[in-house]
């Protein structure tokens, strides 16, 4: 690990200008990830600024329903949060599937978005990754992929978003709020994390020195009626082979909306969009659920060692749907 | 309590800090690379050893120790980050006269053998305790508005973050149940 | 006169270590305080195969902080002929990807971590071959395997019973490279003072280490001291002297002052062994009520190009069933690759994991209950060689643990039972492991004020040793326990074997007690002087005129598993597990070990497998996040019972080991579940959701 400098920011504006004046410089929140990568020598940074003293850290309810949620609140504080747990459990379900008590009490909300791929290929600087050495080759296209993406890769990379809570933000239609050297702004979560394209290295829409102060989730009236299905290797404590998070609003058997978002299946939170499309409206069965996770992975191009993802996907998402219609309040 | 100054590195440079961080009771002046983690801090400049390095990454839970209550894994947490905070490890855990509760239960129930992993299950089953007594769920919890009853299968999960090669596991589940129990 | 004293022998105790280790005070070995203490980082190869061409130091030598850099270049010299694997940093050559090439040394663990990435190591490689395949050109018959056995038997004619047999099976059966993963990486503090070497190490034997490094660094073998008082764990990997002793050694003597090398987690997943990969073809050929006539195994393993290492992976076919015509052969290749080595009953693990599955397959074949089919194959003296047995009580296993698992009312039919979304399905398996001993020395000593000190240098990784040392001299001195102390784990304590094998305890445990009854037939005529009374024994003689007898443990494995009928996971319900083991001295110990192995039977049944990655010759998941290991959350219900079994013609512990015997048959006993809950037979490990999937019962 490099020698760093280390500071703690007085408040975001600090934070962000003493980022946009260091190339090398990084901002530290709970150190769960970066850290890790620090030790192996995947991420170097001159100069690391501790965000995790900034005012962010509040759960607020927002009118209608909504949700304000800081950049820094813990992990396990956000699923723990009474709140959360009535109006939005998907939340809840999505991060306690993840990581581990320890690692939740430390993980921070803005960082669980911004955490790096697990590809083991990205976590090792003895082997060719076009994400930490542009131009290096991807070892993972024809290596051991298993774990990795059947949906909008690229030649260059094939990883994955592992993130659980990403998967149930994105279906929830949340906002992140960024402040950078221009100022506050927002954008949509499903536009923060990119495919890989011609430049893997490039992961979120957000240039050098942008903080996440939060993320906003707009009211959604059926949003307590979800379920978030991850399938890992072990019982617990590990990440996602493949997951849904599922919200589903039924008038009469009839689709009115629906969320849909997988993970562990490409290079960002996927909003499976084109199966919601195929749900609304539509009296439900499941038939039409596995048809419209049908619709959704018809773009699945999988890789060597992962075609299983496409029917775990579809599987999850007709046991997720059924379920939640199964249950649906009449 | 304070302990005597520690003798490191003057921090004449921008790469290393001066924090004060108190450990099991004791206050301690640390000057420190920024590059060290807790865990590090730990085990080689207070010789607390207690707190183990299995994996360095977060991924065994051997390190676990609790930073102002919490569990959380020490070898994740850069030291330089803890100015004024407060760190209880598995040296902190034992009363002046005699074992806690959850050490006698796990030499009670054998919940170890080769006990590298040891110090970090029973900071980190400390911390599960609490936060069980303050309601929150887990992936296993049915209800995530009801209270969390300490089932076996609570336990497993809530006790994943700790791995255990000798596999002690339905020992250390045993253990903590009774001590639960005895709450 | 003292009361009599009450046996301590049977009796549950917890560990006599068991406050120190949670209280945090146990010290492992680089745990001990030392004055002026330096860091080691080991540097591994990021070539496959080739030589070093040149190594720039300058960058690392500029971090503040770091002392030195070692390489083969300017590096202490070692003998040659001692041990390969451990002939570190004495020539430019690469044997394979990860090998330990340099070593850097630092005032702190921030820089010596940063000094290694530095290192600048430039390579003329060469092709290489890093992947087992059956076909492998360079395939090769070694002359013994692991640690000794003749490579292939046979008796009868195998071919002629196997052609004429009513019912035929012919699988082949796979398993992966598997990494021990003891929670403390090997590590080693190493210090030099006036000619003498003081190690703490993480070693499963303080003795052979001293010997090796004496003959290292051409030391008479008194000046060498080797501690390993706590051992976070070894499951075989520390079974002999691996890199960083040397690496350790080696800097300590180039800076002049003390290191401390810790290996990092990642540097385990090779340099210090692993189990082989195995390819395991099995013949059975029976009749139609699966009496089994013709048994051939014939297995495939890897070893390295610095040393071989050939796992006995067919023996346990030789002995465990009975069949008049029988086969078993071990091949071998050469790749660029670490060396393998011992890990929790090499050999019979994995060979066990392909014959009791494969009897699960004949059962089915033949419509025969799998454990009557067992029953029906025992055997009443060892087809190997001929000889009795000392005990056999597999079926007594197998008849107690149906009884317990309720298996009689098992309906065999596969894929049959459907709980909501759960496949549900039981299966059964076999074990067994020798029991072996081996020659030790032990002192016991006597104080005038009524105590004893008995002195033997085992080690306790974690087994329980230290405790069952105690409680057998306490026995065998006929004195309450509490009067007695024990030592292990220090090379100054007479010489004793490793950890390893299940022999621990039958071993140790014998020069333990001829000890301590040598030393009570003293005190009988003469009171204890005023300076003390020792004995020192050896049993070398003793145990080399055992008389010639087959001596197993045995055992019988019962697992439910439910697999999701849209997912493929597999999730373990219910491990049941009674074993004939002899005497237990201590069942709380005896206890955790045996769920120990049958956790680790779990945990390859289902969750570990190294991935190698052929272009680079090394295992890309090498970390616990991705090479999973069984959690809490993974072990549900598990029991282990033994049966009482007096053995007189094991050793005067009269134990046979328990190391071990829970990770055999343990894994088989997991896959025939899952192909009774699915209908689906995975033979390649693990049973990974993946390669379930498709092939799942509608629902």
């Known amino acids: ?330 | 309590m304070r302990s005597g100054r520690e003798s490191g590195k003057p921090a004449d440079d921008d790469r290393s800090s001066r924090i004060t961080l108190t450990v099991n009771g004791v206050d301690h002046d640390l000057t420190l690379d920024n590059r060290t983690t807790l865990l590090d801090a730990l085990r080689e400049r207070l010789t607390l050893i207690g707190s183990k390095k299995g994996c360095d990454h977060g991924q065994c839970g051997s390190c676990t120790v609790r930073l102002d209550g919490r569990r959380v894994k020490s070898c994740l947490i850069l030291a330089v980050t803890l100015d004024g905070r407060t760190v209880v490890t598995v040296e902190g855990l034992a009363g002046p006269a005699d074992l806690s509760p959850l050490q006698a239960a796990f030499v009670a129930h054998d919940a170890f053998q080769c006990g590298y992993c040891t110090p970090g299950q029973l900071c980190s089953a400390r911390g599960m305790l609490d936060e069980v007594a303050r309601d929150w769920p887990s992936a296993v919890t049915e209800d995530l508005t009801a209270p969390v009853e300490l089932t076996d299968a609570e336990v497993r999960e809530r006790m994943s973050g700790n791995l255990c090669r000798c596999a002690a596991y339905p020992h250390i589940v045993a253990a903590i149940r009774d001590v639960a129990a005895a709450r | 006169m003292s009361a009599p004293p009450v046996g301590a022998v049977g009796r549950e105790h917890p560990r006599l270590e068991g406050r120190d280790k949670v209280t945090g005070t146990a010290r492992y070995a680089v745990e001990y305080p030392v004055d002026d203490v330096t860091y080691g980082w080991a540097v591994p190869a990021a070539a496959t195969r080739g030589r070093i061409s040149r190594i720039d130091t300058a960058q690392t030598l500029a971090v503040p902080g770091v002392l030195d850099v070692l390489h083969h270049g300017n590096a202490p010299r070692l003998a040659p002929g001692v041990d390969d694997t451990l002939f570190l940093l004495q020539e430019p050559t690469v044997h394979y990807r990860g090998e330990f090439v340099a070593v850097v040394v630092a005032e702190t663990l921030e820089a010596a971590r940063e000094g290694a990435r530095l290192v600048r190591i430039d390579y003329d490689t060469e092709a290489h071959s890093t992947v087992l395949s059956p076909h492998h050109p360079s395939l090769y018959r070694p002359d013994t395997v692991n640690p000794g056995y003749p490579t292939d038997t046979a008796e009868g004619d195998f071919d002629a019973a196997f052609a004429a047999a009513e019912v035929q099976l012919d699988t082949t059966y796979r398993t992966p490279a598997y990494h021990n993963n003891p929670m403390e990486p090997h590590a080693t503090t190493a210090r030099w003072r006036d000619g003498r070497l003081l190690v703490h190490d993480s070693t499963q034997g303080s003795t052979p280490v001293q010997a090796t490094l004496a003959q290292l660094f051409g030391l008479p073998p008194e000046t060498v001291r080797v501690i390993a008082e706590h051992v976070g764990g070894g499951f075989g990997s520390k079974g002999a002297p691996k890199a960083p002793v040397v690496l350790a050694a080696l800097a300590a003597r180039q800076v002049d002052r003390p290191v401390r090398l810790a290996l990092t987690r990642q540097q385990l997943f090779g340099p210090i062994g692993y189990r082989t990969p195995t390819i395991q073809r099995v013949r059975l050929g029976a009749d139609a009520d699966g009496r089994i006539a013709a048994v051939c195994h014939d297995a495939i393993s890897q070893t390295s190009k610095v040393q071989e290492f050939a796992e006995q992976t067919a023996v346990y076919t030789r002995s465990m069933y009975a069949g008049r015509h029988r086969r078993t052969t071990h091949r071998l290749v050469r790749l660029d690759v670490p060396t393998p080595f011992w890990m929790r009953a090499p050999g019979e693990c994995p060979g066990a994991y392909a014959l009791e599955s494969a009897l699960d397959e004949l059962a089915t074949a033949c419509g025969v209950d799998p454990v009557e089919l067992r029953v029906r194959n025992d055997a009443t003296v060892d087809p190997d060689s001929g000889q009795p047995f000392s005990s056999r009580n597999l079926v007594a296993c197998l008849r107690e643990g149906a009884r317990r698992f309720d298996w009689a009312d098992r309906d065999p039919t596969p894929g049959a039972r459907r709980l909501g979304r759960w496949l549900i399905g039981t299966g059964v398996a076999g074990a067994s492991y020798p029991a072996r001993s081996r020659a030790a020395t032990a002192t016991a000593a006597a104080a005038p004020d009524g105590t004893f000190e008995v002195r033997v240098n085992a080690t306790d990784i974690g087994t329980g040793a230290r405790t069952a040392l105690w409680q057998l001299a306490a026995d065998a001195l006929a004195v309450p326990a509490d009067r007695v102390a024990i030592r292990v784990g220090d090379s100054d304590l007479p010489p004793a074997p490793v950890a390893g094998g299940s022999m621990g305890t039958a071993s140790w445990g014998w020069a333990v007690i001829r000890a301590c009854e040598q030393l009570r037939q003293r005190l009988r005529d003469t009171a204890v002087p005023a300076e003390g009374l020792t004995v020192e024994v050896s049993t070398a003689d003793e145990v080399r005129a055992q008389r010639p007898l087959a001596r197993y443990a045995y055992g019988a494995h019962f697992v439910q598993v439910r697999v999701d009928a849209d997912t493929g996971e597999v999730r373990v319900d219910r491990m049941l597990g009674v074993f004939a083991v002899g005497r237990v001295v201590n069942p709380t110990t005896a206890r955790s070990q045996l769920i120990g192995g049958m956790t680790m039977g779990l945990s390859m049944a289902l969750h570990e497998e190294g991935l190698l990655d052929e272009r680079y010759g090394d295992w890309v998941n090498h970390d616990l996040a991705t090479y999973h290991i069984s959690g809490c959350a993974d072990v549900e219900r598990i029991e282990a019972y033994w049966l009482p079994e007096e053995d007189p013609d094991l050793n005067p512990a009269r134990v046979k080991g328990i190391g071990e015997i829970g990770i055999v048959g343990s894994a088989a006993a997991v896959a025939n579940a899952v192909h009774h809950a699915t209908g689906v037979r995975i033979r390649d490990l693990p049973i990974r959701l993946d390669k379930l999937l498709d092939r799942l019962p509608a629902g």
């Not at chain 1, 007085?10 to 709970?30: I, R």
């Not at chain 1, 991420?43 to 003293?53: A, F, K, M, S």
């Not at chain 1, 094939?158 to 960024?178: M, N, Q, R």
Request: glycine residues 8%; hydrophobic residues 45%.
């Open chain 1, 1 to 330: 690990m490099r020698a760093f400098r280390y500071h703690r920011p007085a408040d975001v504006t600090e934070a962000v200008a003493l980022l946009d004046a260091e190339p090398e410089a990084a901002y530290l929140g709970g150190g769960t990830n970066l850290v890790d990568l620090m030790k192996l020598g995947v991420q170097r940074p001159d100069l690391l600024v501790d965000v995790t003293g900034l005012p962010l850290d509040t759960v607020e309810a927002l009118p209608h329903g909504g949700l304000r949620i800081g950049a820094t609140v813990r992990n396990s504080d956000l699923a723990a949060d009474p709140m959360v747990r009535r109006d939005h459990p998907l939340l809840s379900r999505a991060l306690l599937a993840g990581a581990s008590g320890q690692l939740r009490n430390m993980a921070t909300t803005a960082g669980n978005l911004l955490q790096r791929t697990r590809c083991v290929y990205f976590q090792d600087t003895g082997k060719a990754c076009n994400k930490r050495e542009p131009g290096t080759g991807c070892a993972a296209r024809h290596g051991q992929n298993r774990d990795l993406a059947i949906l909008g890769w690229s030649e260059l990379c094939v990883a994955t978003h592992p993130s659980d809570l990403a998967v149930a933000l994105v279906a929830l239609d949340a906002v992140v709020e960024v402040h950078d050297p221009g100022g506050a702004r927002e954008i949509p979560l499903v536009d923060l994390h990119r495919t890989p394209g011609e430049h893997p290295e490039r992961e979120t829409s957000l240039p050098h020195g942008a903080l996440i102060t939060g993320v906003r989730i707009p009211p959604l009236p059926f949003a307590r009626h979800c379920t978030y299905l991850k399938v890992r290797d072990r019982a617990s404590f590990a990440f996602a082979v493949g997951s849904v998070a599922a919200a589903l609003d039924l008038a009469e058997d009839t689709v009115r909306d629906v969320r849909l978002a997988y993970g562990a299946v490409a290079h960002r939170p996927w909003r499976a969009y084109r199966a919601e499309e195929a749900l609304r409206g539509r009296p439900f069965t499941a038939e039409l659920a596995a048809q419209a996770a049908d619709a959704e992975l018809a773009a699945a191009r999988p890789l060597p060692h992962n075609g299983f993802k496409v029917p775990l996907i579809r599987n999850l998402t007709v046991r997720a749907l059924t379920a939640l219609a199964g249950a649906a309040p009449r």
